[in-house]
C-alpha cells in the first residue's frame, strides 16, 4: 500500500473493539466471536487472555486483507504486517488496522484442542 493513502487512514477516529481470548473460567471460545467490521474503517482491537492457557488469535485470510498500523503489547509496539497473535496467560494486546477487503473471515485458535472444543469465530467485513 501506498504511503499517502495509509497517512489518510491515519486521519480517521479508531473505532475501539475488545475481544477475550477464553476467560476466567478457561472456556475454550472467543468472547465475542463474531465481529462486523466495515471496509476501509480503522480499529484499535483489544485482545485479552483472562484464563489460565496460553491462546492464539489466528486470522491469517483476514490478516492479509487488512492493512496493520501496529500492534502494542506492554511497552513494545510493532510495525508492518501482523498474521497471528499468541497471548500468554493474564497477556493484553492491541492491534491497530485498516480493514480493506470485505468479506467473511474465519478467526480460531490451532492449540491442539482449542479449535474442537469451539474456540472458533467469525470476521465479517461489509462495505
Ligand atoms: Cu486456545
Redesign the pocket.
Known amino acids: 500500500m501506498a504511503a499517502n493513502s495509509s497517512s489518510s487512514f491515519l486521519k480517521q477516529p479508531a473505532t475501539g473493539i475488545t475481544v477475550s481470548?477464553?476467560n476466567s473460567a478457561s472456556e475454550?471460545k472467543f468472547e465475542p466471536n463474531h465481529l462486523e467490521l466495515v471496509a476501509g474503517k480503522r480499529y484499535q482491537l483489544r485482545l485479552t487472555n483472562p484464563s489460565q492457557?496460553k491462546?492464539?488469535f489466528t486470522a491469517k485470510d483476514f490478516a492479509d486483507s487488512i492493512w496493520t498500523q501496529k500492534v502494542e503489547a506492554g511497552k513494545v509496539e510493532i510495525k508492518g504486517a501482523i498474521h497471528e497473535l499468541e497471548l500468554k496467560p493474564g497477556a493484553e494486546a492491541e492491534w491497530v488496522f485498516v480493514t480493506l477487503k470485505p468479506g467473511n473471515y474465519s478467526l480460531r485458535?490451532p492449540?491442539p484442542g482449542?479449535t474442537e472444543a469451539g474456540?472458533t469465530g467469525e470476521i465479517v467485513v461489509s462495505n
Request: with cysteine; net charge neutral.
Open positions: 481470548l477464553s475454550l492457557l491462546h492464539y485458535c492449540i482449542h474456540m
